[in-house]
């Protein structure tokens, strides 16, 4: 990292300027003339940037900008950061949405996929827009936070539906809201008597850790259970700034995960994914997920081969502490939701007896016992006969056979929580969602 004072462009900032997050928004990095003033581009760079500015948007903050290597276009911060001409290569396998979140979508920035959670999508601005970014069909077109009619008609959703207990606030980026404007919809969100946890998606503690201030971790404070995911993504970004937000969020009791997405040329190697995961356990920060980046537009040159996330699970499995080996999950297309993946730790079984291996490589027998038949937990929902699991777990101790259902039900499941609130946005023709929309094929040079 470079001190900042070393950087042509902020070497009148000062240090007040510098560590206040609205002069960091204000000042963020947005043309090529910004980036000129920071990195040293070829004419080629200056050609291609172009190019790239009349399809996608880019916006970096000071801060991550005194991170990248001015010189080097391979700088892991960089790639994340500055957008180049593989953007513009149209994939036959990309898709727009491609884990459907808008198919899953009852309601204006709300994202009901999963039985008792639900997405909130406050606003559509981020301080940054990361390279690799899933959301950029909605994120950065406008830089628009939530309307009061469409805060109005989530809360109604979530108001409605009393199986959700747990509330994810995202975007964009929430925090790029004020502390008042933000606090008004923590604040809505915990009055629903069902919801009982609240988490915040960010990565301001990454691109913008001038945000975490005294004052904001006072407000979040008061609405406990409430956690916090953030996204690091090299080791280059955990900064001595970004341990000192970490550790004021921390400080305020508020539990913190980190969400990787496993990124080519930034950290598809054991050694610095391994680095990265212990890095965050010095900075109190729980590793949560590795994301297989998707098969969305304009960033399939980020994507690795599944066996590569593979690989690097087995060099953490049993070489590190087990805090900091997060999920590998795999965002199934089409809305099938987050699927874990991980090396083949099982290698046999039969009924009285499993055959597993470990990190080594060491195979050994684990008897199972022959007592041993079923559940002898009091449990009044498995007496009653009225379990609802569904899926692969509703078959089990069930008179199912199959799944071939299973889409029926998924159309259901739609249909029904649209319904909630036809009375608002009117009745909502639901389809099959199938594979997802494909970008349509541009003509000739890239355009809006």
């Known amino acids: ?34 980036l000129e003033d920071v990195l040293n581009l070829t004419d080629e760079e200056r050609v291609e940037l172009n190019r790239c500015f009349e399809r996608f948007r880019m916006s970096v903050t000071p801060h991550y900008a005194s991170l990248m290597d001015p010189d080097d276009t391979a700088c892991p911060v960089r790639r994340q950061a500055v957008p180049t001409s593989f953007e513009l290569v149209d994939r036959p396998e990309d898709l727009i949405d491609s884990t ?43 830089e628009r936070h939530a309307t009061e009619k469409e805060i109005d008609d989530a809360i109604t959703y979530l108001e409605r539906s009393p199986e959700v207990r747990d509330v994810l606030i995202s975007g964009g980026d929430p925090l790029t809201m004020s502390n008042d404007r933000l606090e008004a919809i923590i604040a809505r969100v915990r ?91 010095r900075f109190r920060i729980r590793p949560y997920y590795i994301y297989q980046c998707d098969d969305e537009t304009g960033i399939g040159h980020f994507r690795t081969s599944v066996s590569k996330g593979i690989e690097i699970m087995e060099s953490l499995r049993g070489h590190t502490s ?9 965002e199934a297309i089409g809305g099938g939701g987050k699927t874990p993946i991980m090396p083949q730790y099982l290698l046999s079984q039969a009924p009285d007896a499993v055959v597993i291996r470990n990190y080594e490589g060491i195979i050994s027998v684990y008897r199972e016992p022959d007592d041993y038949h079923d559940s002898q937990v009091p449990c009044e929902i498995c007496a009653s006969g009225e379990d609802a699991r569904v899926g692969v777990a509703g078959l089990i101790g ?51």
């Open 1 to 34: 990292m470079r001190d900042f004072r070393d950087i042509p462009r902020f070497r009148d900032v000062t240090d007040e300027e510098w560590n206040d997050w609205r002069w960091q928004l204000r000042n963020r990095l947005t043309t090529v003339e910004d």
């Open 100 to 142: 459907a979140e808008d198919y899953d979508s009852p309601s204006p920035r709300i994202t009901h996929r999963y039985p008792d959670r639900v997405l909130f999508a406050a606003t559509d601005m981020c301080s940054m827009y990361c390279r690799h970014c899933t959301r950029r069909r909605n994120v950065g077109t406008t």
């Open 191 to 281: 009055a629903v008597p069902h919801v009982e946890i609240i988490r915040i998606g960010t990565r301001m503690p990454v691109v913008c850790p001038q945000r975490i201030t005294p004052e904001l971790c006072a407000m979040l404070e008061r609405y406990h259970p409430l956690f916090l995911n953030t996204h690091f993504n090299t080791p280059k970004e955990l900064t001595e700034a970004s341990r000192e937000a970490c550790a004021r969020l921390a400080g305020a009791g508020i539990p913190l995960g980190n969400q990787s997405v496993l990124l080519r040329g930034v950290n598809d190697c054991a050694h610095v994914m391994k680095e990265l995961v212990q890095g965050l356990l």
């Open 322 to 330: 087990g805090l900091a080996q997060p999920l590998y999950i795999i």
């Open 398 to 448: 069930s008179d199912e056979v199959t799944l071939d259902h299973v889409t029926e039900k998924r159309l259901e499941k739609v249909r029904v929580r649209k319904e909630r609130m036809a009375d608002i946005h009117g009745h909502q023709e639901v389809r099959p969602f199938l594979e997802g929309r494909r970008p349509p094929a541009p003509a000739g040079e890239p355009s809006v």
